[in-house]
């Protein structure tokens, strides 16, 4: 039997009221949330545990979601943070030497619900056409569904503007971080002995970013996201960083942005910001964001450093972005986005303070972009 033909046990309805149906796994209940699409080929573990996903649905445009099981190295944070998961089909029996659990299992033990036999690429569609639509998600295995209910759930839903997330995912005391990267671009030497103290600020940071800051040379300690200037500034930092993390940019800076202004005032320590953290350091310094139609997800992207005219295939997740027309003067765009023109990156003209939009560190993805880990290093060594 096809998915098609057997009995639903998992119904999703945007709020245009289109519905489509599936077969469940993973948890069962409700949920609602804005529904975006990934792109990514591989690194569905990672992606749903991508704190920047919180108050999102992930419908992923790969088919074979699930073949490879789940292990606890590729979390990126400790428990699946996406709302849930819509894919085309059900996910078969893991093959994997690094498995641990089946997707099934380890989404049903964190309470995520996941929906197959969706015809993802209609989906998708729909997605691109009328901007990230709010959905409401339900997974019950005797295959009754209140349809009406769920799609009023759906126009219920608040949608991401507004909301600060960051406050719901960052860590609630500050630590030390010191694991390192797993894998190394082709010629790259570790840097054993950190030579640089940095405050890493917290607004839904992935694993792998702390791993590459610490491969850096970097010793990371880690904040939480309402970290004030006066605690960032008691760790006597070499360096500050800001982390990606989910919702509405504007919702999180007003908090975020009153501290890198003290810190660009009153210092002059290098500053790298990663998504997220680029967002806010584009708010502190004047200019605004905006919320895109369907925004960027996706391990292929292309992105164009403006000075050099050199080329990365990048990793991103972002459903808001830098207007780049707000940038004010002494703050430069240094990255542009292939697929649409919008901001990727941008720095003060004379200052190591940068960010980009992209997710450097790579997982998933390929390494195009480590260049800006040591780039945060090296500034760090010649302030
Ligand atoms: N990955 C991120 O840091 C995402 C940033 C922000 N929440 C956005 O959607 O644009």
């Known amino acids: 039997m096809t998915a098609s033909q057997t009995?639903?046990?998992?119904?999703?309805?945007?709020?245009?009221?289109?519905?489509?149906?599936?077969?469940?796994?993973?948890?069962?209940?409700?949920?609602?949330?804005?529904l975006c699409f990934n792109t990514a080929m591989s690194g569905y573990q990672e992606i749903m545990t991508d704190p920047s996903y919180a108050g999102q649905i992930v419908t992923?445009?790969?088919?074979?979601?699930?073949?490879?099981g789940v292990n606890p190295d590729d979390d990126e944070t400790a428990d699946p943070v996406a709302e849930g998961m819509v894919v085309k089909w059900m996910p078969t029996q893991s093959s994997n030497w690094r498995a641990v659990q089946e997707l099934s299992d380890w989404l049903a033990a964190r309470g995520r619900i996941a929906v197959g036999g969706i015809d993802t690429r209609r989906l998708t569609r729909a997605i691109r056409q009328q901007g990230a639509p709010h959905v409401a998600m339900a997974h019950n295995p005797d295959g009754v569904f209140d349809v009406e209910a769920l799609v009023a759930k759906a126009r219920a839903f608040s949608g991401l503007e507004g909301l600060d997330?960051?406050?719901?995912?960052?860590?609630?005391?500050?630590?030390?971080?010191?694991?390192?990267?797993?894998?190394?671009?082709?010629?790259?030497?570790p840097q054993t002995n950190p030579k640089h103290k940095v405050v890493a600020v917290d607004y839904g940071a992935k694993r792998n970013i702390l791993r590459c800051l610490a491969s850096a040379g970097c010793d990371v300690t880690v904040?939480?996201?309402?970290?004030?200037?006066?605690?960032?500034?008691?760790?006597?930092?070499?360096?500050?960083?800001?982390?990606?993390?989910?919702?509405?940019?504007?919702?999180?800076?007003?908090?975020?942005?009153?501290?890198?202004?003290?810190?660009?005032?009153?210092?002059?320590?290098?500053?790298?910001?990663?998504?997220?953290?680029?967002?806010?350091?584009?708010?502190?310094?004047?200019?605004?964001?905006?919320?895109?139609?369907?925004?960027?997800?996706?391990?292929?992207?292309?992105?164009?450093?403006?000075?050099?005219?050199?080329?990365?295939?990048?990793?991103?997740?972002?459903?808001?972005?830098?207007?780049?027309?707000?940038?004010?003067?002494?703050?430069?765009?240094?990255?542009?986005?292939?697929?649409?023109g919008s901001n990727c990156g941008i720095r003060m003209a004379d200052r190591p303070v940068f960010s980009v939009q992209h997710h450097p560190e790579a997982s998933p993805g390929p390494q195009d972009s480590f260049y800006l880990f040591e780039r945060f290093a090296a500034s760090m060594a010649a302030a």
């Open 7 to 34: 009995k639903p046990t998992a119904c999703l309805a945007l709020a245009d009221g289109t519905v489509f149906y599936g077969q469940g796994f993973g948890a069962t209940g409700e949920t609602e949330a804005e």
């Open 60 to 68: 992923f445009t790969f088919p074979h979601i699930g073949n490879v």
């Open 165 to 189: 997330l960051a406050k719901g995912v960052t860590c609630s005391q500050s630590y030390r971080w010191d694991e390192m990267r797993w894998a190394w671009p082709e010629g790259y030497k």
């Open 223 to 340: 904040l939480p996201a309402s970290a004030s200037y006066d605690e960032v500034m008691a760790h006597q930092p070499d360096g500050v960083f800001l982390s990606n993390g989910p919702g509405d940019p504007a919702a999180t800076g007003e908090y975020a942005v009153p501290m890198i202004r003290s810190l660009l005032d009153n210092t002059d320590i290098p500053v790298f910001g990663i998504c997220l953290g680029h967002q806010m350091l584009a708010l502190a310094l004047g200019a605004r964001t905006i919320k895109m139609n369907h925004g960027h997800h996706g391990a292929n992207h292309p992105v164009k450093e403006v000075e050099t005219g050199k080329v990365e295939i990048t990793s991103m997740n972002h459903g808001f972005a830098v207007d780049a027309q707000t940038l004010p003067d002494g703050v430069l765009e240094t990255h542009v986005s292939l697929f649409d």
